[in-house]
């Protein structure tokens, strides 16, 4: 299972973390996934790290604003995204799953989803 939070309301620019923290004694074997979702919009992908934090991914749109990392002995992924623009407006999913390098940021590598925190970026 899987539990995501800190998504609120903040100005362009600003920052917040995002928090995904799971069950389960297995958790430090799976790749976590951050996705988002705006209205209207199908799901994307955003951050992916692997199960040992050694590599990371990004979708173009964040690289070098966000940054995804993970704390195995708390069960817990990060998402910390700074300079948030107004388009980054979106439910913010963490996913766990063993996709292979190429599937990474294919919704359907991903098993378990957690049930979303929404981030609003006002301009």
């Known amino acids: 299972q899987l539990q995501a939070s800190g998504g609120g309301l903040v100005q362009s620019t600003g920052s917040l973390r995002l928090s995904c923290v799971a069950s389960?004694?297995?958790?430090?074997?799976?790749?976590i996934g951050w996705f988002r979702e705006a209205p209207g919009k199908e799901r994307e992908f955003v951050a992916t790290?692997?199960?040992?934090?050694?590599?990371?991914y990004y979708t173009d749109s964040v690289r070098g604003r966000f940054t995804i990392s993970r704390d195995n002995r708390k069960n817990t992924v990060y998402l910390q995204m700074n300079s948030l623009k107004p388009e980054d407006t979106a439910v913010y999913y963490c996913?766990?799953?063993?996709?292979?390098?190429?599937?990474?940021?294919?919704?359907?590598?991903?098993?378990?989803w957690g049930q979303g925190t929404k981030v609003t970026v006002s301009s």
């Open positions: 790290i692997r199960s040992s934090g050694g590599n990371t």
């Open positions: 996913a766990a799953g063993r996709p292979i390098l190429s599937a990474v940021a294919d919704t359907n590598g991903y098993y378990y």
């Open positions: 389960g004694a297995t958790f430090s074997s799976y790749t």
